[in-house]
């Protein structure tokens, strides 16, 4: 099981930082990623982090705002969320493919899933 946490209420250019918590299986070996999902939209990528925490992926719209890292000796994973603006309001789940897989960005690639946090980003 996945437990996500973190999200808030906050100001445009302010910050957040969510944690994604596994309990019942270890993650240390899963690649990871972030989705949101903003009210009428679909569920998209945001950013990933492979098993061994060497390289991150963002979409283009957060990159250089949010950073994606991972401590696998307290199976968990973090997003640090910069510079907040109004568009990156959603609900955030974590999500992690089965262990050892190669990276890939689709939901479908994903088979554990979070329940997720509400992101609100005031004007």
């Known amino acids: 099981q996945l437990q996500a946490s973190g999200g808030g209420l906050v100001q445009a250019e302010g910050s957040l930082r969510l944690s994604c918590t596994a309990s019942?299986?270890?993650?240390?070996?899963?690649?990871m990623a972030w989705f949101r999902q903003a009210p009428g939209k679909e569920r998209e990528f945001v950013a990933a982090i492979t098993w061994n925490g060497d390289t991150d992926y963002y979409t283009d719209s957060v990159k250089g705002r949010f950073t994606i890292s991972r401590d696998n000796a307290k199976n968990t994973v973090f997003l640090q969320m910069n510079g907040l603006k109004p568009d990156d309001t959603a609900v955030y789940y974590c999500?992690?493919?089965?262990?050892?897989?190669?990276?890939?960005?689709?939901?479908?690639?994903?088979?554990?899933w979070g329940q997720g946090t509400q992101v609100t980003v005031s004007s």
């Open positions: 999500a992690a493919k089965a262990p050892y897989t190669v990276m890939t960005f689709q939901r479908s690639g994903f088979r554990y």
């Open positions: 019942g299986r270890t993650i240390k070996n899963c690649p």
